[in-house]
C-alpha cells in the first residue's frame, strides 16, 4: 500500500471508472470494493448494498474512487501526471483517456468521460523547457502552446 493514496470523488460512477481505469495502465488491479449499508442513511442516502469505494492500484499507486454524491465534481485544479516513456506511450493514453467521451485540452492536458484531468506528458518535454538555451526554449514553449495531445517529435525540431 503506497504511504499517499489519492482519492477520486464521484457521483457514483465509482466502480466503472475503476474498471475503466485499471484496463489502461498495465500492472493494475481493483483490490477492495466496500458497500452502503443502512446505517448512516440519513446523511449518504445511497440504497444498502450500493457501492460506497473501490480501492485501486494504476502502475503500483493506489487510488480510492468514492460513490459521494454530486456536490464536488472535478475540475482542472487537481490532475494526474502520466510520465510516458515515448511518443507511442503519449498516443496510447491519449487516445485511451479522450475515447468515449473524453475532452482533449492543450499543452497535453485532457479530461476523461468521468471529468477527471490528465497530464500526458512525455519524458523528454522536461528537458526541452529546460535547455540552457533560452531561444530554444521559447521555441519549444510556442509549439506546445499550439499543442493538445503532444508531439515529441515537432517540440524536438523547435
Request: glycine content about 8%; hydrophobic content about 35%.
Amino acid at each position: 500500500m503506497s504511504k499517499i493514496t489519492t482519492n477520486l470523488w464521484f457521483d457514483n460512477q465509482a466502480e466503472e471508472a475503476a474498471k475503466f481505469y485499471t484496463s489502461i495502465f498495465k500492472n493494475s488491479k481493483i483490490n477492495d470494493i466496500t458497500r452502503y449499508g443502512k446505517a448512516g442513511y440519513e446523511f449518504h442516502g445511497r440504497p444498502e448494498g450500493s457501492v460506497m469505494t473501490v480501492a485501486f492500484e494504476l502502475d503500483g499507486d493506489s487510488f480510492v474512487a468514492l460513490n459521494g454524491g454530486p456536490m464536488f465534481p472535478f475540475n482542472e485544479a487537481i490532475s494526474l501526471i502520466i510520465n510516458c516513456k515515448d511518443q507511442s506511450e503519449v498516443d496510447y493514453f491519449w487516445d485511451k483517456l479522450t475515447s468515449d467521451g473524453g475532452e482533449p485540452g492543450q499543452c497535453g492536458w485532457l479530461k476523461d468521460k468521468y471529468g477527471v484531468s490528465w497530464q500526458v506528458v512525455p519524458k523528454g518535454l522536461q528537458s526541452l523547457l529546460t535547455n540552457s538555451d533560452r531561444a530554444r526554449q521559447e521555441r519549444v514553449m510556442s509549439v506546445l502552446m499550439t499543442m493538445s495531445k503532444i508531439d515529441l517529435n515537432r517540440l524536438e525540431q523547435a
